[in-house]
């Protein structure tokens, strides 16, 4: 979701020492304690509302569709507990952070949020995350990004194929937003399912 | 791949002790250094040679299958070192390793070994993944195992739909070799791509 890959629930340091993480639960957060997320965290919170929007999908079996683990590179292990992990590393993901099907069809996408206002920045995404789009779009597979525009509070589809392109050619660091109500399509935010992309996608897509 | 998902690299304890980790490396194990991996590792090179296998198609850009990374738990990250993770364990894979397309179609797969030469045992299977892989047929995906019987040196493709029902009704609690004969369909191992499924695939499917 943000450029540092740190999974969900994992917090940036407040100080500069060892911490310990809060037990995580799957659970959607409630409206309320989501207002009280610092506007750092508002990446989190928009993978979380996703997580939350798959499992709507897949319940109503809808589509089903996964978040990837984050890759961790283990570098020791302790046996003799466990076995527990004493030493280890985020990596980077080299695809997206979701794939799955909706009626045989192979879908895949990845989740941005920015604080800009005027536009999107190209660095929110690695190279690797590129080449795998230009990948999946090869195979003939649906794909697309869900960015969020934090402080104007609104969702766009945005096809792999349209940013991919932008992204090789880059007339511009960022995807200005004007060009987002031109080539995406909005996806409404709401409470059950919270960012309910899956008939934006069927349109887009003309599936 | 095997009942405890240890990542790739990962070995069971020889000694009660910490262990450091080798450096993993991506490119495949010559065959000489296969030879000479001991039988209770042999999940881990099966595995390897289907990493393999799919980056050789997609390198010709057959298809387009990547590995799911191994679900970690964070329970504590030392920010002043990276961020470095120092108390982590293995989650279980609540879904399979391999997904990906194929010309649009959702294709989704877990691979397995068994030292039996005689049946392929259930229990190698969570329920979690039977339930994950009835979702995917559910919404059109193709599904299906691809199991290894080390002792005959013999891989198959079984069908999801097929072994899904059996794992339901349970007749046995394993599949007997005989069944994989009637039901399954034999993958050719080889040097280049390992485990060539992807011609099994889709003369199974009829793609």
Chains 1, 2 share one sequence.
């Not at 917090?11 to 060892?18: A, E, I, V």
């Amino acid at each position: 979701m943000s450029e540092i890959h740190y999974p969900a629930g994992i917090r940036p340091p407040k100080n500069n020492g060892d911490t310990l993480l809060k037990k995580q639960t799957k659970k959607p957060k409630s409206i309320a304690s989501q207002k009280k997320i610092a506007p750092g965290n508002r990446g989190m919170a928009f993978e979380a509302a996703i997580n939350e929007s798959n499992a709507y999908y897949q319940e109503k079996g809808l589509c089903l569709v996964t978040k990837r683990p984050t890759p961790i590179k283990v570098v020791r292990v302790d046996y003799t507990k466990g076995p527990k992990i004493t030493d280890a590393f985020y990596e980077t993901q080299s695809t997206t952070d979701y794939n799955g099907v909706y009626e045989g069809h192979y879908i895949d996408f990845e989740a941005k949020e920015t604080q800009s206002a005027t536009s999107f920045p190209l660095a929110n995404i690695p190279l690797q995350q590129i080449e795998h789009l230009e990948g999946v779009l090869a195979q003939g597979g649906i794909a697309f990004f869900l960015i969020r525009f934090a402080k104007k509070g609104e969702v766009f589809l945005l096809p792999a194929s349209f940013l991919c392109s932008f992204y090789r050619e880059k007339p511009r660091a960022s995807i200005p937003y004007a060009t987002f109500l031109e080539k995406g399509y909005p996806v409404k935010e709401g409470y059950h399912p919270r960012v309910d992309y899956l008939p934006v996608l069927i349109e887009a897509f003309a599936l």
